[in-house]
């Protein structure tokens, strides 16, 4: 990371910030065409072209998701990310960081282990990622957005606006 100091996040970093939402929303909310595939495919059965159509939807979006998460801590290493409020306790600000880094994990083991599964046929690897994995992201997006509106109302340091307008 470079020496400046960075006082908000670029254009890029809050758009792919956006999508990532969008994206990890979708395929957290409407898994069923892949869950389908994949009890179909375990049974030793064999899917119809539409349920490989949507098991595809969300293993590409899922990749996307891969993709874009390389990208960002790409962009975080070459443009740096803002400090922490400085006037918040700590303990929060550990939290954040810890939050922020769980994230970007989940956001790479997540992809992975689904890759693993539909392309490899690793079935542990399914229920890592279809019951472990998954119910750990939701947790900790829980955290994330609790956090974010702690931060933006209760601290008042205005975090939103440097993911947002910047
Ligand atoms: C799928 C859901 C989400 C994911 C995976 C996610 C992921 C992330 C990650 C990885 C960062 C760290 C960026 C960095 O410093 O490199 C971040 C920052 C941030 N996110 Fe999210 N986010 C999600 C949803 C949200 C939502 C719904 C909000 C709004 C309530 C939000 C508000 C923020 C803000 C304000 C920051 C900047 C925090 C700061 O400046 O310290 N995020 N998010
Ligand atoms: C961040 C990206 C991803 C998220 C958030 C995600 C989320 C999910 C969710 C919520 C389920 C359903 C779990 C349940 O039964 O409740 C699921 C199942 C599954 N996903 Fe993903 N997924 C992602 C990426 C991928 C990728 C890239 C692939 C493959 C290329 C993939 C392959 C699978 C498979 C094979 C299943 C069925 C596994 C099983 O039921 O044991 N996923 N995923």
Redesign the pocket.
């Known amino acids: 990371m470079n020496d400046r100091v960075v006082v908000g ?1 670029s254009l890029s ?1 809050r758009f792919l ?1 956006w999508a ?2 969008l994206l ?2 979708f395929n957290l909310l409407l898994p069923d065409g892949m869950n389908a595939w994949y009890r179909i495919v375990r049974r030793g059965g064999m899917p119809s072209p539409e349920q490989i159509a949507s098991a595809n939807i969300h293993a590409y979006v899922g990749i996307a998701i891969l993709l874009v998460t390389i990208i ?1 801590l790409g962009l ?1 290493f070459v443009q740096g ?2 400090s ?1 409020a400085a006037d918040e306790p700590a303990t929060l600000r550990l939290a ?1 960081r810890l939050v ?1 880094a769980s ?2 994990l989940l ?1 790479l083991a997540l992809p992975v282990s689904g890759i693993a599964t539909y392309y490899f046929g690793v079935d542990a690897a399914g229920s890592l990622h279809a019951d472990v994995l998954k119910l750990i992201l939701w947790i900790v ?1 829980a955290a ?2 609790l956090g ?2 702690a931060h933006q109302f209760y601290w008042k340091t205005d ?2 606006r ?2 947002t307008v910047g």
């Open positions: 996040y970093q910030h990532t939402v990890v929303l960002r975080r990310v803002p922490e954040a922020h994230l970007y956001l997006i994330h957005v974010a509106l975090v939103l440097r993911m």
